[in-house]
């Protein structure tokens, strides 16, 4: 049976005291990417239903007030592409990041 040195006495817990805020900082900016993952989907289903919203002939105003029902916060822009009625979101998420998505439907559908 091996005997422990007084020299090792504490260096698991002096370990565990470094690895650990680490380790909940990895675990904090996995989480907060899963976050932005989600509200990035949301915005792209925003933003379908916003260009079709704009290709059955509604104002923008309307448009972008569905939208931001949906994803609150969020900014819409009409772009229009020939026949097809485009709509970009964007919304500003904490740290600065802006997410955008872009959505088109053909124009005159009933």
Do not use: H, K, Y
């Amino acid at each position: 049976m091996r005997c422990r040195s007084r020299d090792d006495r504490g260096s698991v817990t002096a370990e565990f005291a470094i690895a650990l805020p680490a380790v909940v900082l990895v675990l904090a900016a996995c989480l907060w990417g899963l976050q932005v993952a989600g509200q990035q989907l949301r915005l792209q289903d925003a933003a379908a239903a916003a260009a079709r919203s704009l290709a059955r002939g509604e104002s923008t105003g309307v448009a972008a007030a569905r939208a931001s029902r949906l994803v609150p916060g969020s900014t819409l822009a009409r772009e229009p592409d020939g026949d097809l009625e485009c709509a970009r979101l964007s919304l500003t998420v904490p740290l600065g990041l802006t997410l955008t998505a872009r959505s088109c439907a053909l124009g005159g559908g009933q």
